[in-house]
């Protein structure tokens, strides 16, 4: 059965760090692209960043840029969102997505499997 779970969300104050990870399973993910998406309270889900099979390739939103930084572990199979510098604009849950035949892109419905969410809480 392949899944994705996503950890490592908390409540942090303003201008702190987080690092989520999305551990897959029931398959090897090497060929996939990964990503990450959000959820705002009372927002449709967005886009946040992705990467491509290789790791060469990256993708991020413009809200997010210069502050987040997507990366992933093959060996692991695991992918990671490293978050600096949070907002309370960054709270969230947290959505991660992988994607078996596309390459870095921030459309939903692109990506074949998602996470259930781990939730990221900034306090203003």
């Known amino acids: 059965q392949v899944q994705l779970v996503e950890s490592g969300g908390a409540l942090v104050q303003t201008g702190g760090s987080l690092r989520l990870s999305c551990a897959a399973s029931g398959r090897t993910f090497s060929s996939d692209t990964f990503a990450w998406f959000r959820q705002a309270p009372g927002k449709g889900r967005e886009f946040v960043a992705s990467?491509?099979?290789?790791?060469?390739?990256?993708l991020y939103a413009d809200s997010v840029k210069g502050r987040f930084t997507i990366s992933r572990d093959d060996a692991k199979n695991e992918a990671y969102l490293q978050m600096t510098s949070l907002s309370h604009e960054d709270t969230a849950l947290y959505y991660c997505?992988?994607?078996?035949?596309?390459?870095?892109?921030?459309?939903?419905?692109?990506?074949?499997?998602w996470g259930q969410g781990t939730q990221v809480a900034v306090s203003s």
């Open positions: 990467i491509s099979w290789s790791g060469g390739n990256t």
């Open positions: 997505a992988a994607s078996t035949f596309w390459g870095i892109t921030p459309l939903e419905d692109r990506y074949d499997y």
